[in-house]
């Protein structure tokens, strides 16, 4: 048996190996990670029974459960595996792969900036302003994925960007301002927008339900989102997996324009 081992059995045992990872972690953030832990033990029992053991009349039952359970867990998971294929086609390396088939022109002009300073000085200013009143917001910039879901759970606004429009929207007694603005085309496209909360027990407990819908949508997509603390009036920036904090104006420019850290 070992004398047969091959190169592609080696490829064969780390793809399963690198699958089950990327869904471990995919569980984790999820709070799916016991489920996770049980479906693996039942697959392990199913094989010693039914391929090791050969049990004829056990083995028949589990394969029949099987059966139905590959179904049953597409049901269960359906989320997971949203988030898992959201994942993969957010990648940095599958972006690459997008980005080599556009055109040299469309890729030179989102080398380093996404947006021009006409766009991004209103929200910059109105972020300032709103950290020093500590008003909340959470602001999410569209990049390569679109946000249609998203922003499908808002009031449309499509209007053009401006300091005042950004701050009346997030206003404590505005009907909009519980939810997030989602900026699309260099145009504000939706308000009170729903988001995605993250479950990540690595993010800082001084970070809130903004931070963590923040978290939540950029950990979906490639978008970036800007969170005005009510509490403490500290800018924060999401994208990816990551946070930066303690934003300073120069800073939230440059992040802004570049759509990404």
């Given at each position: 048996m070992f004398l047969s081992f091959g190169l592609?059995?080696?490829?064969?045992?780390?793809?399963?190996?690198?699958?089950?990872?990327?869904?471990?972690?995919?569980?984790?953030?999820?709070?799916?990670?016991?489920?996770?832990?049980?479906?693996?033990?039942?697959?392990?029992?199913w094989i010693v029974v039914s391929k090791i053991l050969e049990m004829k009349?056990?083995?028949?039952?589990?394969?029949?459960?099987?059966?139905?359970?590959?179904?049953?867990?597409?049901?269960?998971?359906?989320?997971?595996?949203?988030?898992?294929?959201?994942?993969?086609?957010?990648?940095?390396?599958?972006?690459?792969l997008v980005r080599f088939f556009r055109s040299e022109k469309a890729k030179s002009a989102n080398d380093e900036y996404r947006y021009d300073r006409e766009v991004i000085f209103p929200i910059v200013m109105a972020c300032i302003n709103m950290s020093k009143q500590k008003v909340g917001a959470l602001i999410v910039i569209e990049n390569d994925i679109p946000l249609t879901d998203f922003i499908r759970t808002g009031e449309t606004i499509d209007a053009r960007i401006s300091q005042r429009l950004v701050e009346n929207i997030f206003f404590k007694n505005s009907p909009l301002h519980d939810g997030a603005m989602i900026v699309a085309g260099g145009k504000i496209v939706a308000a009170a927008c729903?988001?995605?909360?993250?479950?990540?027990?690595?993010?800082?407990?001084?970070?809130?339900?903004?931070?963590?819908?923040?978290?939540?949508?950029?950990t979906d997509t490639d978008a970036l989102a800007v969170?005005?603390?009510?509490?403490?009036?500290?800018?924060?920036?999401?994208?990816?997996?990551?946070?930066r904090s303690h934003l300073s104006p120069e800073e939230l420019e440059n992040i802004l324009m570049k759509g990404r850290f």
């Open positions: 592609k059995d080696f490829v064969d045992i780390v793809s399963v190996a690198i699958i089950l990872y990327y869904c471990y972690k995919v569980m984790k953030r999820s709070r799916s990670v016991n489920i996770f832990y049980g479906v693996l033990i039942f697959i392990s029992f009349v056990l083995g028949g039952v589990l394969d029949q459960l099987v059966n139905v359970g590959a179904i049953a867990l597409i049901v269960l998971f359906q989320e997971e595996i949203r988030h898992f294929f959201y994942e993969l086609g957010a990648h940095e390396k599958a972006n690459r729903i988001l995605p909360i993250s479950h990540d027990l690595d993010i800082p407990k001084e970070f809130g339900l903004r931070h963590r819908a923040g978290k939540g949508v950029t969170i005005v603390s009510e509490e403490t009036g500290n800018i924060t920036a999401a994208y990816g997996d990551a946070f």
